[in-house]
């Protein structure tokens, strides 16, 4: 739809104005008419086009007679050259079609664009129809920007988007283009401006950066110490600075603009940022100038995205404390072995906090140009608190985090409770980037431990990955990586999911029994050693785990059907848990033996917690069950012994290390939403 503008012409003086070409002015002949006019005609210059409504039947040469709905269309197919070189004029007649008076009108001819990647190539094409609006789906349109929550400095580090100026030229990749185009005279006539601007509360989630313009470099010398400080880039609008003027380069050029996120879309902010900018008019001494053009374009901020373990591993995180030197030695072993890397965060950092998985998330966030890796930063804060934000934030490596007081954080608030499906189909809706899951309090509960409301709120508000909450208030520490984790697999789904079971412990427990190996012993050679025969005849440890059987199971229709599984996509691993009474609380649950759901997934390779159980012909009769359920998916079993430095502290292998992993191939704007 062409955009159209009211003018009122005069026949008293001639009016000047500057025409958009691509916009229609539309006069109202009748207004400015004398009032004893009955006709009109009409002559223009050659590159002005004119037609008249309601359209009459007398030929261009005739006077027009005039009604109270005389209306002229005006439009200019080129840009002037100079200053109102174009010229159109009303001559008003009598009754008698004696000429009256005449209304003159001079114009100027230009052409203004802005411009965004609204087509999602890459590219940023000129005046695409649907840049002021935008669309999901892989027919969809709209411009997208990354939140610069990167660090492109080392020295008093902090995200790119707390600075306010860009700090070095590379900055500039993270931020999405915009394009002014204009193409006209060498300058706009007197008293015309092009203005920018933002709506206030847009100004909390862009900013708008631009190059100077040559008129603002005062000689050589000083444009090259600015180019040395980086002051060649001005803040356009952004916060506190909802409009500015931008300069007209005169003739046909491109003023590029840089549009940097600010915040991730959350609760109160779609993720929808609107960037305008006006062609402004003069209306005389002391008036301010009108408006009497507007472009406007459309970004959505990408939203953080997590990985499921089905995504190829980047790099592996994992701490060094005084006492988990051979658990360390197990990890960096897999992970040599995986071709994948280790990066070990040390004692001096971490202050003993061993639990990596807990104080972070990784994730990415993605568009047509641009996309790196962001860490989420649990609002948990232990001991490793500094860790996301000292040694992962740095350039092209991004970092978010949720404000949270002290006293609404629980255990629930440490990422182990924070985990994504691959991709699903259910119902026939797609979800091919996963579903994130937590792990809430039961509905029923009263008094139960949640996520805390903020850290839900902006899970929810990325949209691409709807969130499922389960049930896992009913374990001590209460986190999903205690009872489940995906791994991959070549047939079916790509994936199983994995639940820890004590039906399935138990059957393990009862078939050594009946083999004749009643009396062999979990942790054998430990303290905490116990015979199978033991294990079977405690009737509490039996009414504990029917308990956490009905959680898990729970927990199993909820997943079946968030996620579209049959129970042949799920396979149930052996473990035990058992009930801890505490002070003032319900009683909850905590793994029996090394809970070896809680493993670390590296493509085909799984480092699962060496569960110390009873030894059958010389080998451990639940590793042997767990390579037979895992190894026809074509995945290799290594066990790594975390007894002392993890299970007894209430953790296990995944509870300890946390894995970068690659972006998925899928672009989250091509979801169907």
Not at 307 to 314: E, F, G, H, R, S
Not at 414 to 442: C, M, W
Not at 541 to 569: F, H, M, P, S, T
């Amino acid at each position: 739809m062409v955009s159209s503008r009211s003018l009122t012409i005069d026949t008293e003086k001639a009016t000047k104005t500057t025409y958009v070409v691509g916009t229609e002015l539309t006069v109202n002949l009748n207004r400015c008419a004398p009032p004893q006019s009955r006709f009109f005609s009409i002559k223009c210059s050659p590159n002005v086009h004119y037609k008249v409504t309601p359209p009459t039947k007398d030929g261009d040469t005739l006077p027009h007679p005039l009604t109270p709905n005389s209306f002229l269309l005006i439009t200019m197919d080129t840009v002037s050259e100079t200053a109102f070189d174009s010229k159109l004029s009303v001559r008003y007649y009598g009754e008698k079609r004696e000429t009256l008076e005449d209304a003159v009108l001079h114009l100027t001819a230009v052409e203004i664009s802005l411009d965004v990647d609204a087509d999602r190539d890459g590219v940023v094409e000129k005046n695409n129809p649907n840049k002021a609006s935008w669309k999901w789906g892989p027919n969809g349109h709209g411009a997208i920007v990354l939140v610069n929550c990167d660090s492109e400095t080392s020295y008093k580090k902090k995200p790119d988007s707390e600075n306010d100026e860009i700090s070095k030229v590379s900055d500039l990749k993270d931020m999405s283009k915009m394009i002014l185009r204009t193409n006209g005279p060498s300058q706009l006539p007197e008293g015309y401006k092009l203005s920018m601007y933002i709506s206030q509360t847009t100004s909390e989630s862009v900013r708008v950066f631009r190059p100077r313009t040559n008129a603002q470099k005062d000689n050589v010398w000083k444009h090259k110490l600015l180019k040395l400080f980086l002051k060649d880039y001005l803040m356009v609008v952004g916060k506190d600075k909802l409009t500015k003027e931008v300069p007209y380069l005169g003739g046909k050029t491109e003023l590029v603009f840089y549009v940097e996120g600010l915040r991730f879309p959350d609760k109160d902010f779609d993720g929808l940022i609107s960037i305008n900018l006006s062609l402004l008019e003069p209306c005389g001494k002391d008036m301010p100038e009108t408006p009497i053009f507007t472009d406007k374009v459309i970004f959505r901020v990408s939203p953080w995205i997590m990985t499921p373990n089905t995504l190829k591993p980047v790099e592996v995180y994992v701490c060094s404390t005084n006492d988990n030197y051979s658990f360390l030695k197990s990890i960096r072993n897999l992970v040599e072995k995986s071709g994948y890397k280790l990066k070990i965060c040390h004692e001096y950092m971490n202050r003993g906090d061993r639990w990596m998985q807990d104080e972070l998330e990784f994730g990415y966030i993605d568009s047509p140009h641009h996309q790196f890796p962001v860490v989420l930063d649990s609002p948990r804060d232990g001991d490793l608190q500094d860790f996301p934000y000292d040694s992962i934030l740095g350039p092209d490596f991004g970092y978010v985090t949720q404000q949270v007081s002290e006293e609404e954080v629980s255990s629930l608030d440490s990422f182990g409770n924070l985990e994504v499906s691959p991709p699903v189909t259910v119902n026939g809706k797609s979800y091919p980037l996963g579903r994130i899951i937590i792990g809430v309090a039961f509905p029923t509960a009263t008094g139960g431990r949640n996520m805390t409301q903020v850290v839900q709120d902006f899970l929810w508000a990325q949209k691409v990955q709807e969130p499922i909450a389960l049930y896992s208030d009913w374990l001590v520490v209460g986190h999903v990586d205690e009872f489940m984790t995906f791994v991959p697999a070549p047939d079916r789904k790509k994936f199983r999911l994995l639940l820890a079971s004590p039906d399935a412990g138990y059957k393990i427990l009862k078939s050594v029994q009946l083999k004749g190996h009643g009396k062999a012993e979990m942790f054998e050679g430990m303290p905490e050693a116990i015979s199978v025969n033991d294990i079977l005849s405690d009737k509490k440890l039996q009414a504990e785990n029917r308990y956490v059987q009905n959680c898990i199971d729970w927990n199993r229709d909820v997943l079946k059907k968030e996620l579209g599984l049959d129970d042949e996509d799920i396979i149930d691993l052996p473990i035990l848990f058992k009930v801890i009474e505490e002070e003032k609380t319900s009683p909850r649950a905590v793994a029996y033996y090394p809970d070896m759901v809680n493993m670390i997934v590296l493509g085909d390779q799984l480092g699962i917690p060496k569960p110390f159980g009873p030894q059958v012909k010389g080998r451990c009769a639940l590793e042997t069950e767990m390579c037979s359920l895992l190894e026809p998916l074509g995945l290799n079993c290594t066990f790594i012994d975390d007894f002392a430095p993890y299970h007894k502290l209430l953790g296990e292998v995944h509870c300890g290390s946390n894995v970068l992993r690659q972006p998925s191939p899928f672009r989250w704007w091509n979801l169907e939403l």
